[in-house]
């Protein structure tokens, strides 16, 4: 089997690891919700070997994501977790939540489960951080996007670009308030947030 490969992680990983240097500095275990191919977990564990960088997605993508780890031998990244954020959560606490790319391809009431599971699986000073793209006050922020959001509809009614507004929604509701709000290339956003014990 040949690893899985994302041209777009290749792409954004320096942009974001830029961010996460500074946002995950005092940071100790990550987990990654929808590690997909594999290739953010790598290059982010190897980049912050303070972290424990915990890997996880659906069953289907946990033998890809097995081939990055295994050629890299970190030490900092155990066996990805499987896991359907609809389904059961792993029974630990993260100080740090990263995510890049799912929030459009999941059905929302998986983004509300997501958000909603938060509260059980962080510690008191946690934060989140989210990557993709983002609509602001229900419109696009650009013609591409326009097209990809078109482009996911047509591969499952159930997906789509999220607004920035339902989306802090959710976070307040689970207690974390948002901090930082980053444009990033290829118009997506870097989103932090933080408990609301971190920013009161």
């Known amino acids: 089997m040949n690893k899985p490969y994302s041209a777009a992680s290749e792409r ?3 942009p974001i690891l830029a961010l996460l240097h500074e946002w995950f500095a005092d940071r100790r275990h990550v987990l990654e919700i929808g590690s997909g191919t594999g290739q953010h977990a790598v290059h982010f564990a190897a980049a912050m070997p303070q972290l424990i960088w915990q890997s ?18 970190l030490p900092n990244t155990p066996a990805p977790l499987e896991l359907d954020v ?25 983004v509300e489960s997501l958000f909603a599971s938060l509260p059980d699986i962080t510690t008191d000073d946690a934060c989140v951080a989210i990557y993709g793209p983002f609509n602001i006050d229900g419109q696009f922020t650009s013609e591409s996007n326009a097209a990809f959001d078109r482009d996911l509809k047509m591969r ?4 789509g670009i999220r607004d920035v507004a339902e989306v802090d929604a959710l976070a307040t509701t689970a207690g974390f308030n948002l901090v930082e709000d980053v444009p990033m290339p290829a118009n997506n956003r870097l989103r932090l947030w933080r408990r609301r014990s971190e920013v009161s």
């Open 12 to 14: 954004n990983r320096e």
């Open 56 to 73: 996880s997605d659906r069953a289907e993508h946990l033998p890809g994501i097995r081939l990055w780890l295994d050629d890299a031998r």
């Open 86 to 110: 609809a389904g059961a959560w792993p029974p630990w606490r993260y100080d740090a939540i990263f995510s890049a790319n799912t929030l459009h391809i999941m059905a929302w009431h998986e």
């Open 156 to 159: 499952a009614a159930h997906m």
